[in-house]
């Protein structure tokens, strides 16, 4: 942020504070609020009917909500990458980035632990899990650290909001009324004092040594829950770190997109900088190629010993019946993209904002074609099943619930970004002052 | 040569004659490539029942016709004398107890017709087999002596009011397994003697039987010209009891919950009381904080 050196703390922080909606965020609400609303309603026809409303089955008893399961739960690390990775390592760089990360990272974990409930069909049930759950299961890992990850999610979040709430306090005639009783109840007790800064910091930093192991193991346990059970394409032991690297790729797609918005809808060009696109996107290509990767092993080593059992999947995957998703996953979610971001003149903010879109699409495609083909090919062979247990489309209710469920991701976000600064304020007025020739 | 030749010529000549006259069990009807079989069985000296089957011919195999109703009849083909109709299944067959209302003739008869035919709306051509039986009951006993275990069996036919064992007939005697039967002794099939009784050494001591060491003894006339099928069974402790590895109960991956491995337990157990440990320790510092600012507000006045 060497372009900051003109300006005033004032400035920053009058620069950085929350803004109210105009007319574009407003209709961006309301649109994100109709799709949910919606999504809602057509739980609400599940709940009353059952799972029946979905096309699920016999075979494929994981759908589209699994699938956007795990495209949430995989966003979700980019709280771990941005805030953890680079606070430890110490990149200079990240302080206009790790706000969004975080904020993305809570939107998407709160929403990966809802969607689990949808697929569950009884959400009653899920005290269940806590009651008779078998430690001995994937899922109940999955359950205690999904609730763990978003634990520490919500703690990174909140600790390293606590300065810039105090601002926002100080800046109750600026920003109006309306939010200063829940500023005062989130942060009032913060004063800045050193006892306080010295206590934060230190939790900051255990923060982020327990969010990577945690982070990790969220990602690797949701890829056991598909490589302990035996089927083809998921009967791998590399799925763990397939599916943290995936993470890491989608997290840092996701970042790249809100950056985008962020710069353009705030105005935040002088602290979203070309430079920050261009060192992410460098971070971008480099965890696309390593993606690339583990898939040239997911793919390619079964594709070449082609087992009898496997050859059904892989060529539906390949040359079948989801081959345009597939390619299209390879292609735009990861290929295209580095394609893009390789070369300097692509990492300038509106490519890699493209690129960004890519992946991120390409991710939730890639997360379907992990779940679904592989449900429709069983090991055993399907006897005595209806021709319609042979495919799979979600119905109306399951897409509904599901694009409610990315429209309730966005709301989140634009609503923790209608309430506190998408940049932290506090830490890039002490970065700028210490740039500053003494 | 010549005379070696002649014999050779007669010998395949009786061969092919005794093809031809060899008769089946049951009648079958044939219109195109559609085969019609009727069968009788008896289970247990119970209810009896007519099995029909429908195939059809392609090639060299016979495949099961699905979905094929046939009505079966005794003696012949009129409305009084329908005893049941019935659908093949996937396997082509179907099957019709006899009704409750068949007792007296069932009774009062010593040897039974039954004719069996397919709706013409089914089949293109309507097909029709017939099966004829006599009157019979099997009967299984056993007999320890001298550590030596007998099996004996008898088919029984009905003549005037009397069971009278019948000679010469072939028994099966084995022991039901869960697919299919074990022959008792060396022989599969055993062949009644002068007073028409069959009997086989049973040998397989070692046969795993139920939790009580039972084993079940079948004896079955198959596919016979005159008594149709038979089958009857009889429970003996002749068997071992197994002895299963009680594992279910012990701690394991597939246990239940609270059967869960110690490792497992303590691994688990102890990652979620260090993280949630950190994150309690973490949550009492925002206590702290919030402290030390009442504090702080306080001494500011």
């Given at each position: 942020?060497?372009?900051?050196?003109?300006?005033?703390?004032?400035?920053?922080?009058?620069?950085l504070?929350?803004?109210?909606?105009?007319?574009?965020?407003?209709?961006?609400?309301?649109?994100?609020?109709?799709?949910?609303?919606?999504?809602?309603?057509a739980?609400v026809?599940?709940?009353?009917?059952?799972?029946?409303?979905?096309?699920?089955?016999?075979?494929?008893?994981?759908?589209?909500?699994?699938?956007?399961?795990?495209?949430f739960?995989?966003?979700?690390?980019?709280?771990?990458?941005?805030t953890?990775?680079?606070?430890?390592?110490?990149v200079?760089?990240?302080?206009?980035?790790?706000?969004?990360?975080?904020?993305?990272?809570?939107s998407?974990?709160?929403?990966?632990?809802?969607?689990?409930?949808?697929?569950?069909?009884?959400?009653?049930?899920?005290?269940?899990?806590?009651?008779?759950?078998?430690?001995?299961?994937?899922?109940?890992?999955?359950?205690?650290?999904?609730?763990?990850?978003?634990?520490?999610?919500?703690?990174l979040?909140?600790?390293?909001?606590?300065?810039?709430?105090?601002?926002?306090?100080?800046?109750?005639?600026?920003?109006?009324?309306?939010?200063?009783?829940?500023?005062?109840?989130l942060?009032?007790f913060?004063?800045?004092?050193?006892?306080?800064?010295?206590?934060?910091?230190?939790?900051?930093?255990?923060?982020?040594?327990v969010?990577?192991?945690?982070?990790?193991?969220?990602?690797?346990?949701?890829?056991?829950?598909?490589a302990?059970?035996?089927?083809p394409?998921w009967?791998?032991?590399?799925?763990?770190?397939?599916?943290?690297?995936?993470?890491?790729?989608?997290?840092?797609?996701?970042?790249?997109?809100?950056?985008?918005?962020?710069?353009?809808?705030?105005?935040?060009?002088?602290?979203?900088?070309?430079?920050?696109?261009?060192?992410?996107?460098?971070?971008?290509?480099?965890?696309?190629?390593?993606?690339?990767?583990?898939n040239?092993?997911?793919?390619?080593?079964?594709?070449?010993k082609?087992?009898?059992?496997?050859?059904?999947?892989?060529?539906?995957?390949?040359?079948?019946?989801?081959?345009?998703?597939?390619?299209?996953?390879?292609?735009?979610?990861?290929?295209?993209?580095?394609?893009?971001?390789?070369?300097?003149?692509?990492?300038?903010?509106?490519?890699?904002?493209?690129?960004?879109?890519?992946?991120?699409?390409?991710?939730?495609?890639?997360?379907?074609?992990?779940?679904?083909?592989?449900?429709?090919?069983?090991?055993?062979?399907?006897?005595?099943a209806?021709a319609?247990?042979?495919?799979?489309?979600?119905?109306?209710?399951?897409?509904?619930?599901t694009?409610?469920?990315?429209?309730?991701?966005?709301?989140?976000?634009?609503?923790?970004?209608?309430?506190?600064?998408?940049?932290?304020?506090?830490?890039?007025?002490?970065?700028?002052?210490?740039?500053?020739?003494? | 040569?010549?005379?070696?030749?002649?014999?050779?010529?007669?010998?395949?000549?009786?061969l092919?004659?005794?093809?031809?006259?060899?008769?089946?069990?049951?009648?079958?009807?044939?219109?195109?490539?559609?085969v019609?079989?009727?069968?009788?069985?008896l289970?247990?000296?119970?209810?009896?029942?007519?099995?029909?089957t429908?195939?059809?011919?392609?090639?060299?195999?016979?495949?099961?016709?699905?979905?094929?109703?046939?009505?079966?009849?005794?003696?012949?083909?009129?409305?009084?004398?329908?005893?049941?109709?019935?659908?093949?299944?996937?396997?082509g067959?179907?099957?019709?107890?006899?009704?409750?209302?068949f007792?007296?003739?069932?009774?009062?008869?010593?040897?039974?017709?039954?004719?069996?035919?397919t709706?013409?709306?089914?089949?293109?051509?309507?097909?029709s087999?017939?099966?004829?039986?006599?009157?019979?009951?099997?009967?299984?006993?056993?007999?320890?002596?001298?550590?030596?275990?007998?099996?004996?069996?008898?088919?029984?036919?009905?003549?005037?009011?009397?069971?009278?064992?019948?000679?010469?007939?072939?028994?099966?005697?084995g022991?039901?397994?869960?697919?299919?039967?074990?022959t008792?002794?060396?022989?599969?099939?055993?062949?009644?003697?002068?007073?028409?009784?069959?009997?086989?050494?049973?040998?397989?001591?070692?046969?795993?039987?139920?939790?009580n060491?039972?084993?079940?003894?079948?004896?079955?006339v198959?596919?016979?010209?005159?008594?149709?099928n038979?089958?009857?069974e009889?429970?003996?402790?002749?068997?071992?009891?197994?002895k299963?590895?009680?594992?279910?109960?012990?701690?394991?991956?597939?246990?239940?919950?609270n059967?869960?491995?110690?490792?497992?337990?303590?691994?688990?157990?102890?990652?979620?009381?260090?993280?949630?440990?950190?994150?309690?320790?973490?949550?009492?510092?925002?206590?702290?904080?919030?402290?030390?600012?009442?504090?702080?507000?306080?001494?500011?006045?």
């Open positions: 942020m060497e372009n900051l050196q003109k300006f005033s703390a004032e400035k920053i922080t009058n620069d504070l929350p803004q109210k909606f105009g007319p574009r965020g407003k209709i961006w609400t309301a649109s994100l609020l109709v799709v949910a609303a919606f999504g809602a309603f739980y026809q599940q709940l009353r009917k059952g799972l029946v409303v979905t096309n699920m089955g016999d075979y494929v008893s994981w759908g589209i909500y699994i699938s956007n399961f795990v495209f739960v995989a966003i979700s690390l980019v709280g771990s990458l941005i953890a990775i680079f606070r430890l390592s110490n200079p760089w990240r302080t206009p980035l790790t706000r969004i990360s975080e904020m993305i990272a809570v998407a974990i709160t929403f990966a632990s809802l969607i689990i409930i949808v697929d569950m069909g009884r959400p009653e049930r899920l005290l269940n899990l806590f009651i008779h759950g078998r430690i001995q299961s994937p899922i109940m890992w999955d359950v205690i650290v999904i609730s763990t990850y978003f634990c520490i999610s919500l703690l979040l909140y600790i390293t909001l606590l300065p810039d709430i105090r601002l926002m306090i100080i800046a109750k005639e600026k920003l109006g009324k309306t939010f200063s009783k829940l500023y005062r109840w942060g009032g913060w004063k800045g004092t050193a006892g306080q800064e010295k206590i934060r910091d230190r939790s900051i930093t255990i923060l982020c040594v969010i990577i192991p945690v982070a990790f193991c969220i990602h690797t346990v949701t890829s056991w829950l598909f302990t059970t035996y089927r394409g009967d791998s032991t590399n799925f763990g770190a397939y599916f943290v690297s995936g993470a890491f790729l989608v997290g840092a797609g996701g970042v790249v997109v809100a950056m985008y918005v962020f710069r353009r809808v705030y105005k935040l060009e002088h602290y979203i900088t070309d430079r920050h696109f261009e060192k992410m996107g460098r971070i971008l290509v480099m965890l696309a190629l390593l993606y690339l990767y583990f040239v092993n997911e793919y390619l080593v079964p594709a070449f082609m087992k009898k059992e496997e050859e059904a999947h892989l060529s539906g995957l390949f040359a079948g019946e989801y081959a345009p998703m597939f390619w299209f996953a390879i292609m735009v979610g990861m290929v295209i993209p580095i394609l893009i971001v390789v070369f300097r003149k692509g990492r300038k903010p509106l490519p890699m904002f493209i690129a960004g879109v890519m992946v991120v699409v390409g991710a939730w495609f890639k997360r379907y074609l992990i779940v679904t083909p592989t449900m429709l090919h069983p090991f055993l062979p399907k006897y005595d209806p319609r247990y042979s495919h799979y489309f979600p119905s109306w209710e399951e897409w509904a619930i694009a409610g469920s990315l429209a309730g991701v966005l709301l989140l976000i634009t609503l923790m970004a209608r309430l506190f600064p998408v940049i932290s304020i506090y830490k890039t007025i002490n970065d700028h002052e210490s740039e500053l020739p003494s | 040569m010549k005379a070696n030749f002649l014999h050779k010529t007669i010998i395949l000549l009786s092919l004659c005794c093809i031809g006259v060899t008769r089946s069990n049951a009648q079958d009807s044939v219109a195109s490539s559609t019609l079989t009727v069968r009788y069985f289970a247990s000296n119970k209810v009896p029942y007519v099995s029909v429908t195939k059809k011919k392609t090639g060299r195999k016979l495949e099961a016709i699905n979905g094929t109703p046939v009505n079966v009849y005794f003696n012949e083909v009129a409305p009084e004398n329908l005893l049941g109709k019935t659908i093949t299944g996937i396997t067959e179907g099957r019709v107890a006899l009704p409750a209302s007792k007296a003739t069932w009774d009062s008869l010593n040897e039974f017709k039954f004719v069996a035919e709706d013409a709306v089914a089949a293109t051509v309507p097909l087999a017939d099966v004829t039986v006599k009157k019979a009951i099997l009967v299984i006993d056993t007999a320890s002596a001298d550590g030596v275990r007998t099996i004996t069996a008898q088919l029984k036919e009905r003549s005037g009011k009397d069971w009278v064992a019948v000679k010469d007939i072939e028994i099966k005697l022991i039901k397994r869960l697919l299919g039967n074990l008792v002794g060396d022989a599969e099939t055993y062949t009644a003697d002068s007073t028409g009784t069959t009997s086989a050494e049973f040998k397989k001591d070692s046969m795993p039987g139920d939790e060491g039972n084993i079940i003894l079948v004896a079955r198959e596919d016979n010209d005159v008594y149709g038979l089958m009857v009889r429970s003996v402790p002749w068997g071992k009891a197994p299963l590895e009680q594992g279910f109960w012990h701690r394991s991956l597939w246990s239940t919950g059967r869960a491995p110690i490792w497992l337990l303590a691994l688990a157990l102890s990652i979620i009381v260090g993280v949630w440990g950190v994150v309690l320790y973490l949550i009492r510092q925002l206590f702290r904080i919030r402290k030390m600012g009442r504090e702080a507000s306080l001494a500011n006045g």
